[in-house]
C-alpha cells in the first residue's frame, strides 16, 4: 500500500527537468520580493513619509505593471518566455537595489515606476511558462505547486525580513535599508536555474493537441473575446478590492501593537500555510469544480473581514491575513489552469498579460485612493471595498462561466462540481448553426441541380 502511495507521490512530480528550474527560479525570486513586500513601506516610514506616500508609489509601481503586462503577449510571441522572464526579473532586481539606498520621494517614484516593469515579468509569466512545458494533465497540479512554492518563499522571505533588522547594527533606517539589499541579493541567485535551463532557453513550449482550435468562425470569435473580457474584469474587479488592503496591511498590523518581528512572523505563518494549504488546490477543484472551488475559496476571506471590521484586534488581523493569503494561493492555479482550458492557445498568453494590466490598474488606484482614506477615516473603510468588490467579482465569474457552452454540453466537466456533472453533449452556438445549416442547404440545392 505504501509502495502505491509512494509511486502515485512520484508520478506527481514526474515534469521535466526546466520546470523544476522554474520552480526553484520561483523560489529564490520570491524570496526577494517578500523581503522587499515586509519590509519597504517600515522604511518608507523611517524617512517620515505616510501611508499616502505610500499609497502613490504602490499606485506608480503596479501602473508600469500593467503596461508591462499589457504588452507581454507581443513580447512573449517575439522574445520567447525565457528571455522576457529572465530580462524582465533584472530591471526589477536592480531597481530594486536602488530603491534600498534612494531618499528622495521623487526618485523613489522613478524606481517603483521601473521596478514594476519588472515584476509583471515576474508574476505574469509563470502560467504560460507551466501551460507552455507541461501537459494538460500535470498543469493543474504544477501550478498549484507553483504558486504553493511562491508562497513558502513569501514565509521564508517574511522570515528574512523579520530577523535581519535586529541581527543588523545601526538605527532602524539603516538596519531596513540592508535588509532590502540582502533581499535583493537573494532573489538575483534566483537568475541562476533559469540560466541552466535547456529546451525552454530556445524553444516555443511542448505540443498541445488538447486545446481548443483556433477561433475562424466570426461568432467563435466574438465569444473568445467575450471570454477573455470577462475574466480579465474579473481580475480587475479583485484588485479594486486588494488595493485598498494588501499594500498597508504590515503598517495596519504595527498599529494594533504589532512589532516588525511580530509582523515577519505573522507574514510568514501566511505563507507557509498558503504552502502547505495551496496544495489541496486541485482537490478542491475536483470535488466543487473549477467555477465554484474558486468561488469558495476566494469569498472565505469575508467573514474575517467582516469581523475584523467590528471588533479589531491583533490575533483576529492575524489570522485573517493567514486566510487571506491561503485562499490566494488555492484560487489562482485553479482559474488559471480553467481560462487556459477555455482558450485556444494564440489568446491565453494575451488573457494573462491582460488580467494582469487590469489588476495592477485596479491596485494602483485603489491603493493611491485608500492611502487617503485610510489617514482621514482609518482601515474598516478599505475592508467593506475588499468585501464588496470580491462578492462583485465571484458573482460575475461563477454567473458568465457556469453558461459558457464548452461548460454546459459537459466537454469541461471539471468545470462543475460532482454531482452536477453530465456526459458531453456538443453545444453549436446559434449563429453557427444557422450558418451551417444555410451551408448545408446551399449545398443540397447544387447536388440537386
Known amino acids: 500500500m505504501l509502495s502505491i502511495a509512494r509511486a502515485n507521490l512520484l508520478r506527481q512530480f514526474n515534469f521535466s527537468r526546466d520546470v523544476r528550474l522554474f520552480l526553484l527560479y ?70 530594486s537595489l536602488g530603491l534600498a539606498f534612494a531618499e528622495r520621494p521623487a526618485l523613489i517614484l522613478v524606481l517603483s515606476a521601473v521596478s514594476g516593469i519588472g515584476l509583471a515579468y515576474l508574476f505574469t509569466t509563470t502560467m504560460p ?25 513569501s514565509t521564508l522571505g517574511a522570515l528574512v525580513g523579520g530577523f535581519l533588522p535586529r541581527a543588523l547594527p545601526g538605527n532602524d533606517l539603516q538596519t531596513y535599508r540592508w535588509t532590502l539589499v540582502a533581499g535583493t541579493m537573494i532573489g538575483a541567485l534566483g537568475l541562476l536555474p533559469m540560466l541552466m535551463m535547456g529546451p525552454a532557453r530556445g524553444g516555443r513550449g511542448l505540443p498541445d493537441p488538447t486545446a481548443p482550435k483556433e477561433a475562424t468562425d466570426p461568432s467563435e470569435v466574438r465569444r473568445v473575446r467575450m471570454d477573455m473580457r470577462v475574466f480579465v474584469l474579473v481580475g480587475g474587479l479583485m484588485a479594486v478590492g486588494a488595493g485598498m488592503v494588501f499594500p498597508f496591511y504590515n503598517v495596519y498590523l504595527t498599529t494594533l501593537g504589532a512589532s516588525s518581528t511580530s509582523v515577519g512572523y505573522i507574514y510568514a505563518l501566511g505563507g507557509l500555510s498558503a504552502a502547505l494549504i495551496g496544495l489541496s488546490a486541485p482537490l478542491i477543484s475536483r470535488r466543487l469544480g473549477s467555477l465554484y472551488g474558486v468561488a469558495v475559496v476566494r469569498l472565505s476571506i469575508v467573514p474575517f473581514y467582516l469581523a475584523l471590521i467590528l471588533s479589531p484586534s491583533l490575533p483576529l488581523a492575524a489570522i485573517t491575513h493567514i486566510v487571506r493569503q491561503t485562499s490566494i494561493s488555492m484560487a489562482w492555479p485553479i482559474d488559471s489552469t480553467f481560462i487556459a482550458e477555455i482558450l485556444p492557445p494564440k489568446a491565453r498568453s494575451r488573457v494573462y498579460g491582460l488580467r494582469s494590466a487590469a489588476w495592477n490598474l485596479g491596485f494602483s488606484g485603489a491603493s493611491l485612493v485608500a492611502g487617503f482614506l485610510i489617514v482621514r477615516f482609518g482601515y474598516r473603510v478599505t475592508f467593506i471595498d475588499l468585501i464588496v468588490f470580491t462578492g462583485l467579482a465571484m458573482a460575475l465569474f461563477v454567473g458568465y462561466y457556469s453558461r459558457h457552452p464548452r461548460v454546459r454540453s459537459g466537454e469541461l466537466s471539471g468545470a462543475l462540481p460532482r454531482w452536477r456533472r453530465r456526459p458531453y453533449v456538443p453545444i453549436e452556438e446559434p449563429e453557427v448553426a444557422v450558418a451551417r445549416e444555410a451551408e448545408g442547404t446551399a449545398a443540397g440545392g447544387v447536388a440537386g441541380g
Request: overall charge positive; glycine content about 10%; aromatic content about 12%.
Open 26 to 95: 520561483n523560489l529564490l525570486a520570491n524570496i526577494g520580493w517578500g523581503v522587499f513586500t515586509l519590509i519597504f513601506n517600515l522604511y518608507l516610514r523611517e524617512l517620515n513619509l505616510r501611508e499616502n506616500d505610500m499609497g502613490a508609489f504602490s499606485a506608480v509601481q503596479t501602473l508600469s505593471m500593467a503596461g508591462g503586462a499589457a504588452s507581454m503577449g507581443l513580447v512573449l510571441d517575439r522574445l520567447g518566455i525565457w528571455r522576457a522572464t529572465f530580462g524582465g526579473v533584472t530591471i526589477f532586481l536592480v531597481a
Open 129 to 153: 511558462f507551466i501551460i507552455a512545458w507541461t501537459r494538460r494533465d500535470e498543469r493543474q497540479f504544477v501550478s498549484a505547486l507553483s504558486f504553493s512554492v511562491v508562497s513558502l518563499s
